[in-house]
C-alpha cells in the first residue's frame, strides 16, 4: 500500500526568508503524481504544487517548487520569499492516475514578521 | 457556482442520530471524492464516484456510513447512529479540469456529543 510521510509536525519562518517542507513517499508504482496542498484555518484545501513523476524537471509556481528525487522517493517543498498569508497546514499528497489522493500527516507552518 | 460547495458547514449531533452532508460538485465534473479529516490529521479517503457509480468505498469506516449520487451530481454522505469517533471534518472533492485536479470544497464539521 501507498504511504506518505511528513516527518516535521510544526515549521516556522521569518518574513521573506526560505523554508523546507519535507515529505516521503512509498510506493511500488512507477507512474504517479505528487501534490502539496495547503490548508488555511478556514478549511478550504488549496492545491499549491504538482508534480507528475514521469517528468524528471521540478515543478516551480512562483515562490514555491519542489525538490523530487524520484529513487530516494522525496519531494520536499521550498517556500522562497515567505509571507504572511503562507501560514498554514501544508499536506504532502500521492496519487495514482485519477485515483483517490493519500495524504501526510501535515505540517503547520508559522511565519514571523 | 464556481467552487465545490458543501452544507451545512457545521452540524452537532448527538450519540445515536443519523446525519446527511451534502456536497455540491462543480458542473460537469464526473468524478467525486468524499474525505474523512480528523483533528490534526490529514485526509482520509472514504469513498469515490464516476458520474452515479460508487466505484470505490473501501475507506468506509462502518456499514452505519452510506454515500450516494444518484444523478450523478450532488452528493450525500449519511452516517447513522452516530457515534463520538465520527466528529471530524468531511471533505468533499470533484475532479476535472484542464489539468484534471481534485478541487476540496470547505467541508462539514461534524461533532458527536
Known amino acids: 500500500a501507498q504511504t506518505v510521510t511528513q516527518s516535521q509536525p510544526e515549521m516556522s519562518v521569518q518574513e521573506a526568508e526560505t523554508v523546507t517542507l519535507s515529505c516521503t513517499y512509498d510506493?511500488?508504482?512507477?507512474?504517479?503524481?505528487l501534490f502539496w496542498y495547503k490548508q488555511p484555518p478556514s478549511r478550504q484545501m488549496i492545491l499549491v504544487i504538482r508534480?507528475?513523476?514521469?517528468?524528471?524537471q521540478n515543478a516551480t509556481e512562483n515562490r514555491f517548487s519542489v525538490n523530487f528525487q524520484k529513487a530516494a522517493k522525496s519531494f520536499s517543498l521550498k517556500i522562497s520569499d515567505s509571507q504572511l498569508g503562507d501560514a498554514a497546514m501544508y499536506f504532502c499528497a500521492y496519487r495514482r492516475n485519477t485515483d483517490k489522493l493519500i495524504f501526510g500527516t501535515g505540517t503547520r507552518l508559522q511565519v514571523f514578521p | 457556482g464556481a467552487g465545490v460547495s458543501q452544507s451545512p458547514r457545521y452540524k452537532v449531533a448527538k450519540r445515536g442520530q443519523d446525519v446527511a452532508l451534502r456536497c455540491d460538485p462543480i458542473s460537469g465534473h464526473v468524478s467525486l471524492f468524499w474525505y474523512q479529516q480528523a483533528l490534526g490529521q490529514g485526509p482520509e479517503f472514504l469513498t469515490y464516484?464516476?458520474?452515479?457509480?460508487?466505484?470505490?468505498k473501501s475507506g468506509l469506516p462502518s456499514d452505519r456510513f452510506f454515500a450516494e449520487r444518484p444523478e450523478g451530481s450532488v452528493s450525500t454522505l449519511k452516517i447513522q447512529r452516530t457515534q463520538q469517533e465520527d466528529s471530524a471534518v468531511y471533505l468533499c472533492a470533484s475532479l476535472g479540469g484542464p489539468s484534471y485536479e481534485q478541487y476540496f470544497g470547505p467541508g462539514t464539521r461534524l461533532t458527536v456529543t
Open positions: 464516484f464516476q458520474n452515479e457509480a460508487q466505484l470505490d
Open positions: 508534480q507528475e513523476a514521469y517528468k524528471q
Open positions: 510506493t511500488s508504482e512507477s507512474d504517479y503524481y
